[in-house]
């Protein structure tokens, strides 16, 4: 199946009094490129994180966003740093000493000074954390994933509604070459009898001049491409899995094929279908840039 590269999948893992959530969302990008914001407290499941989503995502920036809630009544704890509340008090009594002042510290001054009582975050089960993390990451994934395949069977349709167009076109430069070639011989012939009277013509010389005339602006080789590579972009669009930078460069060739036909085009109505065929194609590399 064809996947988009934009998607976006949101999952949230609960257990016990703990919820992670995990969202993810993706756009375009040549290569796989993840970023990932997550607390503090989950740091070091970072790379376990990424090494889980690349089984997942081949291609694309995709940025993910990690939360973590802890809903335990004993989630922090108080700290009291009975060193740092001595060299306080230390200071304090030398400062009175040396100035002849009156020490009138107490507990409830002390204890309003920086640090000598902190708030600390309860150590987690890390098993139990990691646990909850990878339900929550392989659940956004799964969700993200069906959001790009949904796109991307949306796209497949859309191409391939645009590839048959392409083939139109193609049909119309191969019906229209050969009489091209005709109306040429028939303007030559006419052009030397004007110019040769009653004369007779050398058909030979004719002959020649329409064969040359014929090899230039013969397409049949690019028309003959063209049908290929419009069948090897179905073919790859039927067979899914991850084929944009595949697809993309049978478009670049698509669109050299084009670009020869109207270098070649000597006629108004092939010159037109020509720009139609190269306007196609460039609607079905922009579409390509979407393929994962």
Do not use: W
Request: charged share 35%; hydrophobic share 40%.
């Amino acid at each position: 199946m064809i996947k988009s590269m934009t998607g976006f999948g949101r999952y949230e893992a609960v257990k016990d009094k703990m919820k992670i959530a995990v969202e993810m969302r993706a756009v375009n990008h040549r290569y796989l490129d993840i970023s990932v914001k997550i607390p503090k407290k989950l740091s070091n499941f970072e790379t376990a994180i990424r090494t889980i989503l690349k089984e997942y995502i081949q291609r694309g920036k995709v940025d993910v966003f990690v939360s973590y809630e802890d809903f335990s009544e004993t989630n922090c704890s108080l700290r009291y740093n009975e060193a740092l509340a001595g060299e306080y008090l230390k200071y304090f009594r030398q400062i009175a000493d040396a100035f002849q002042v009156r020490d009138d510290i107490t507990v409830s001054t002390l204890a309003r000074f920086p640090d000598v009582f902190t708030m600390q975050d309860q150590e987690a089960d890390e098993t139990e954390l990691k646990e909850v993390l990878e339900e929550a990451v392989r659940g956004a994934a799964e969700l993200f994933v069906d959001s790009r395949r949904k796109e991307g069977d949306n796209l497949k349709n859309d191409l391939i509604g645009k590839l048959d167009e392409m083939l139109a076109h193609v049909t119309f430069i191969e019906e229209h070459s050969p009489q091209i070639i005709e109306q040429y011989r028939d303007k030559l012939k006419a052009k030397v009898k004007e110019l040769l009277g009653d004369k007779q013509l050398d058909e030979n010389r004719i002959a020649a001049e329409v064969t040359i005339y014929a090899d230039k602006v013969c397409v049949d080789e690019e028309t003959v491409r063209l049908r290929s590579h419009i069948e090897a972009v179905k073919k790859e669009l039927l067979a899914g899995g991850s084929v944009g930078r595949k697809l993309d460069f049978i478009a670049q060739e698509m669109n050299r094929e084009a670009n020869t036909i109207l270098s070649k085009a000597s006629d108004l109505a092939v010159s037109d279908t020509g720009i139609e065929l190269k306007t196609s194609i460039e609607k079905v590399r922009e579409q390509i840039q979407n393929i994962e």
